[in-house]
């Protein structure tokens, strides 16, 4: 779950980071209300979306004056950014940030994040903040440190200056930047986070180090235990279909091929995907629908994958486990006859009861193609798309 840079700003505070100063809103008189609080000379106004980029699509402005920031903060609301993260189709801006202005000396990157394959948690600095990381990687990876942490309850001062070191940073900065990392990694703990992205962090003409930008996102699965975390949650962010699969608790994911798929199983669903795109296609999405869906879970996740409208096809593979065929073909067959389907339908059966749901299947009076195996099904919707 993704999260506002001023939300994530307020996290890093509480748990002792540097941020600069600031106010958010839903509407510009609430704006601008909250900004006479604030000292300063210039105001660094924010469009807050779930994607970065913003600085590029004009979502970020240096402004003078209230009346500067009044008359931007009304062109901003409402706007639709385009960015490298958002595809062409843009997020509405639906609430401001304003912060202070910082003097910027110098500019670096740091984030926290879980590294998967080694099961610690990585922590990435650079000198070259305020870019694309990947970017740097790709040019200059000199200029990136990668430092792997084991998963303890305080991190050691001398694990701290190794994150560090890249920054070349003397006296009270120094010690600033490792209490920093110090309150990172409490916060990445006690979050439950998944990353945390400071970019850039800077250090100021006044010798202080501090947040200008931050990014974290947290993992779903533990949001069970972080209700004041879950209450974050900004609903205009995430696509329809998404929120819509989370109330039947399904592993859904939007992308933007043509062809849906159903699945039981996240290996096998991948496996459909990565087979999917072999024979030349993109899947529409990632649906799992678990190993012990029920007929009114099964017909949901159907519905949600007819409710997009690059579908041209549809790929259903079910392994029946846990999860009967029986019972998925009858959840396809009663979200079928509530819809108008109007694009071919491949299923491939195999395991627990598919003898039953290939008769039902079969018995509905539903146009589709049955396949025998997973090879067969990716090469039958392949070719009826076509």
């Known amino acids: 779950m993704n999260i506002h840079e001023h939300q994530a700003k307020q996290i890093l505070k509480k748990f002792g980071a540097a941020v600069p100063e600031g106010v958010y809103g839903f509407t510009v008189e609430e704006l601008l209300e909250k900004c006479k609080s604030l000292k300063t000379n210039k105001y660094v106004l924010k469009a807050q979306i779930h994607a970065g980029g913003r600085g590029k699509a004009g979502g970020v402005k240096i402004l003078d004056n209230l009346n500067d920031l009044e008359k931007s903060a009304k062109e901003l609301f409402g706007k639709k950014l385009v960015t490298h993260q958002t595809g062409p189709e843009g997020r509405e801006v639906k609430r401001l940030y304003v912060e202070v202005s910082s003097n910027i000396e110098k500019e670096f990157y740091l984030s926290c994040l879980v590294d998967r394959a080694s099961s610690k948690i990585a922590f990435i600095s650079s000198n070259q903040g305020g870019m694309d990381i990947e970017e740097v990687a790709i040019k200059s990876p000199d200029k990136i440190l990668t430092n792997k942490i084991e998963l303890i309850d305080e991190i050691s001062d001398e694990e701290c200056e190794k994150i560090i070191e890249i920054f070349h940073l003397e006296g009270n900065p120094k010690i600033e930047a490792i209490s920093l990392i110090k309150s990172i990694y409490k916060m990445f703990i006690k979050t439950d986070a998944n990353m945390v992205e400071i970019n850039p962090l800077i250090l100021t003409k006044e010798k202080k180090i501090i947040c200008l930008d931050a990014k974290v996102n947290f993992d779903s699965n533990a949001l069970f235990r972080q209700p004041k975390i879950l209450e974050l949650r900004d609903l205009n962010e995430e696509e329809p279909a998404e929120i819509e699969a989370s109330k039947y608790e399904l592993a859904y994911i939007k ?6 798929c159903m699945v ?80 071919p339908l491949v299923v491939r059966l195999a395991g627990t009861n598919f003898r039953e749901g290939k008769e039902i299947l079969d018995n509905s009076g539903l146009k589709l193609i049955s396949a025998e195996n997973l090879d067969d099904a990716a090469k039958k919707i392949v070719e009826a798309i076509k």
Not at 255 to 260: A, M, N, R, T, V
Not at 309 to 314: E, M, Q, W, Y
């Open 264 to 343: 039981n199983g996240a290996g096998l669903a991948m496996a459909t995907m990565d087979i999917i795109k072999l024979y030349g296609e993109e899947p529409a999405n990632f649906l799992d629908v678990g190993g012990g869906a029920s007929k009114e879970k099964v017909s949901a996740a159907f519905k949600i994958i007819l409710s997009d409208k690059n579908v041209k096809g549809i790929l259903i593979n079910i392994f029946g486990g846990i999860m009967r065929c029986d019972v998925l073909a009858q959840g396809v067959v009663d979200a079928a006859k509530e819809m108008n389907i109007n694009v």
């Open 255 to 260: 992308l933007d091929g043509s062809i849906g």
